[in-house]
């Protein structure tokens, strides 16, 4: 995951000719800067109503890895699921298999098979016996693009399955690959993980400054969680100072949506592959996440049209 970091840092290089900003977290040290240029409204977009069944996609994503992403993608899917809830957790990171081992399961087919006509969204989704629902993503998620009419409407009648759901959480990997920026693009939420380590924090700024400068027509909502914090304190000075610098910065509006304590028992639930809303469901770790389920669920979604338009946004993507 060092490489994504480095991957990104690198583009927010290349993106920023001006050398004030020749680092992702350059602007946290230039707090007397004026606002940038950018005029987005930071989801100042006008909320529509979303017809028919709401599918709520949660992307989770980070600039740096290993900052705790699958770990609250699947947790939260459990705390949504114990809402009654109907959750799908998917697996992004095809490189890693990162759900799979948390869940001690490995499906054995990915999206990819869906896309090759190989097997059906049915048959490659996995139940799990925590009452979620995990499906593999596929690596060559662009591949879509390469596919015929026939089999492009194919594919999307396929991923229609899904909007039997309520939600959809996306594990993505770290950084800025072109796959991670299509799945954020098509969310209605996109939740960056940070620690409170300052190259973490770096990072997390880098990821919403590329998520801001590349996805056009911003609609979701942008959220931040700080895991590992050891205290309440800690944690909204980190979120403050990120929350602060997009909107001066970026001219965005970033939501902070909790934290998560540094909990020995994620790392125990880890080692057992259960997620630790299981192993403990009284632990700091669990009570946080589920308060932050309880303030995603409050929150708005703005984007309009649904599931179907979540792959529409896809496909409408430029450099797709
Ligand atoms: N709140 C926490 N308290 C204690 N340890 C944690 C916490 N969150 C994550 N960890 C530790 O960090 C490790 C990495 O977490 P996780 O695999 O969820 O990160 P990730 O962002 O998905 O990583 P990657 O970028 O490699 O996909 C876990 O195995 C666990 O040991
Ligand atoms: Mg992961």
């Keep these: 995951m060092g490489d994504q970091a480095e991957k990104l840092r690198e583009m927010m290089r290349k993106k920023n000719g001006d050398s ?129 009419e026939e089999e492009r409407q194919n594919f999307i009648d396929e991923l229609d399955t899904l909007s039997n759901a309520d939600i959809i959480i996306i594990d993505t990997s770290a950084g800025v690959s072109s796959n991670v920026l299509d799945f954020i693009a098509a969310a209605d939420d996109a939740v960056i993980i940070t620690t409170p380590e300052p190259t973490a924090i770096t990072d997390a700024y880098g990821i919403i400054k590329i998520i801001a400068t590349e996805i056009d027509n911003l609609n979701m909502g942008l959220k931040l969680v700080v895991n590992r914090a050891r205290s309440v304190a800690e944690a909204k000075k980190v979120a403050d100072r990120m929350t602060t610098i997009a909107g001066q910065f970026l001219n965005l509006k970033v939501e902070y949506l909790g934290f998560i304590y540094d909990d020995i028992t994620v790392s125990h639930a880890v080692l057992r592959q259960k997620p630790f809303m299981v192993i403990d469901p009284g632990c700091k770790a669990s009570q946080c996440v589920q308060h932050i389920v309880g303030r995603m669920e409050r929150s708005d979604i703005k984007n309009v049209g649904g599931f179907g338009n979540m792959f529409k946004r896809i496909f409408s993507r430029s450099d797709f």
């Design 20 to 148: 004030r900003e020749s680092q992702a977290g350059a602007d946290f040290e230039s707090r007397n800067r004026k606002s940038g240029p950018s005029g987005r409204g930071g989801g100042s977009g006008e909320k529509q109503p979303r017809e028919g069944k709401k599918t709520r996609i949660v992307t989770i994503t980070s600039g740096k890895g290993g900052v705790g992403k699958t770990n609250v993608s699947v947790n939260m899917a459990l705390a949504y699921a114990r809402m009654g809830k109907k959750v799908v957790v998917m697996d992004a990171d095809l490189g890693l298999a990162n759900v799979n081992v948390i869940l001690n399961m490995i499906p054995k087919f990915n999206l990819y098979h869906v896309i090759r006509k190989q097997k059906t969204m049915r048959e490659i989704m996995v139940d799990t016996e925590y009452g979620i629902s995990i499906v593999a993503g596929a690596s060559g998620f662009s591949k879509i693009a390469n596919l015929s």
